[in-house]
């Protein structure tokens, strides 16, 4: 089963406006971490906010928050004011624990967003 | 130092040869890790390495070997690779145990199987 959905394969937004990136999870873990990454064509994984479950507030971290319901299981991710630099694929990653006690993350398939000028 | 750093960024090798990626860190972080991605698809995780000790490894073919030397260093060699082995590959590195701990991620090594 799928633990973390993304279901917007691409987005498109008009540069200064804003833009949610959906993200669900699936765990019956009580303790869990969410993560939100951005990959530029060049490849490398950028982090760039998190969310624990058990933090009674939504994560900010600059113009990247995060809207964290967590009765519904989705941690979506809200860009404001977009930039031409934020066009790149953005994946939603869950913290868990696997068979070996050791943590390992998950990540959705991604979604691409392009900024547009 | 928030770096992680991979070579080499480009390869090209045969089916026959032999070659290691590497990978380094600086920052004190125990779990350490490789991910194959293909693309426009999200990392697939292949070995989690935790206090030098190779903790998982997803049914990666034995085609690819992981070794973990000491805490800062991550090799992956490959022996006998297919051309659908053609990918990136990421590695990454985070604090271990409980907590709310990030990956860092290398710039990845573009890998061509001809």
């Known amino acids: 089963a799928q633990k973390i959905t993304q279901t917007q394969p691409g987005m498109f937004v008009q540069e200064k406006e804003a833009v949610t990136l959906d993200c669900t999870y699936d765990?019956?873990?009580?303790?869990?971490?969410l993560f939100w990454y951005k990959q530029p064509s060049s490849g490398e994984m950028i982090f760039l906010i998190y969310?624990?479950?058990?933090?009674?507030q939504n994560a900010t971290e600059g113009r990247y928050s995060l809207n964290f319901q967590k009765a519904r299981k989705s941690a979506n991710l809200v860009i404001s004011a977009s930039q031409l630099g934020d066009s790149a694929m953005y994946f939603c990653?869950?913290?868990?624990?696997?068979?070996?006690?050791?943590?390992?993350?998950?990540f959705g398939t991604g979604t691409r967003l392009k900024v547009l000028a | 130092d928030t770096e992680v750093t991979q070579t080499p960024k480009h390869l090209v090798m045969g089916m026959t040869n032999k070659k290691s990626l590497k990978c380094e860190q600086h920052?004190?972080?125990?779990?350490m890790y490789w991910y194959k991605q293909k693309a426009k698809k999200p990392p697939e995780l292949m070995f989690v390495?935790?206090?030098?000790?190779?903790?998982i490894n997803e049914s990666v073919p034995s085609r690819f070997s992981p070794e973990c030397p000491n805490s800062s260093l991550l090799n992956l060699h490959l022996h006998a690779l297919q051309p659908e082995d053609s990918a990136l590959y990421l590695c990454?590195?985070?604090?271990?145990?409980?907590?709310?701990?990030?990956?860092?991620f290398g710039p990845g090594t573009r890998l061509t199987v001809t």
């Open positions: 990454a590195s985070s604090q271990s145990g409980v907590g709310s701990y990030e990956q860092y």
């Open positions: 969310q624990g479950s058990y933090d009674q």
């Open positions: 990653a869950m913290r868990e624990m696997g068979t070996s006690g050791t943590y390992k993350y998950i």
């Open positions: 390495y935790s206090y030098e000790k190779l903790s």
């Open positions: 920052m004190g972080h125990r779990a």
């Open positions: 765990t019956s873990d009580p303790s869990y971490g």
